[in-house]
């Protein structure tokens, strides 16, 4: 299994309390991710840790439930998952799994008999999570999912193959549908704008009394200024930075 994170990553954390569930990803900066015992499977539910192909990425400060499973049927297929991300008990990821329904024959006939031939398997494209998404317990995703920033997708919710999400949504359901916007649209471009989750864990330290404030039952505009503030911030910070 190739895995994939952070630059500033230091090593897994093997005497962590949480080392008997997870094995814990550590960070330059102090920050951890977690990635559950028996997560990567193949179609025949073996462990696909120490396996040749598969890949796999996960950022910082993101940690999928104890359960949880992604099955990977060949060497072209990809599970993402971006920072901040907060996944439930169980999930499951269903990065393939496909049969041609345009031929004859759903059935892969070479599997069965010498001799015998079947069309390719039909393959989806990368599964995607990205941003500061909280993922319920015992949803499902088939592959060639991306699931936009911000989001929340409900407990035991179905997500389709090539699903495409909109940003701040909040989807239930089987097939996943979208109920509601956690924010405003004006609110959701400037979180968008604001991309927190890629600023260091300093300025996070910093500003962290901001992300106590309840910004849907704030007035719109003094939410607006609340992030506005945090815009200049960030760009301040990043000024710094570079002289």
């Known amino acids: 299994m190739n895995i994939q994170t952070e630059e500033n990553f230091c090593g897994l954390d093997k005497k962590s309390p949480l ?16 990635i559950p015992h028996g997560f990567f499977r193949d179609w025949l539910d073996n462990d696909l840790l120490d396996a040749g192909f598969g890949d796999f990425y996960i950022g910082r400060c993101s940690g999928v439930g104890v359960g949880s499973v992604v099955k990977y049927d060949t060497a072209t297929q ?16 269903i990065l393939n799994g496909q049969h041609d329904m345009e031929s004859i024959s759903i059935a892969m006939l070479s599997f069965f008999a010498d001799g015998l031939k079947n069309t390719p398997v039909p393959q989806y ?18 592959g060639g999912s991306v699931v936009e ?24 359901g089987s097939p996943a549908r979208l109920v509601r916007f956690r924010f405003s649209e004006k609110i959701r471009e400037l979180l968008l704008q604001l991309e927190w ?9 910093v500003e962290n009394d901001k992300f106590l404030l309840n910004l849907a039952r704030m007035a719109e505009g003094a939410a607006i200024d609340v992030l506005q503030g945090l815009i200049e911030s960030k760009k301040q910070m990043l000024k710094n930075s570079r002289g």
Request: with cysteine; glycine share 10%.
């Open 19 to 34: 080392s008997k569930n997870f094995n814990i990803l550590r960070y330059e900066d102090g920050s951890m991710s977690t």
């Open 78 to 93: 990809s599970l993402k998952i971006g920072r901040y991300v907060a996944g439930g008990l169980r999930l499951k990821f």
């Open 125 to 142: 494209q990368d599964t995607v999570i990205k941003n500061d998404v909280w993922i319920g317990d015992e949803a499902m995703f088939l």
């Open 149 to 172: 920033n911000g989001c929340v997708i409900g407990a035991r919710s179905l997500v389709p193959p090539n699903f495409k999400s909109e940003p701040y949504g909040v989807y239930v």
């Open 197 to 205: 989750w890629n600023m260091p864990l300093n300025w996070l330290r």
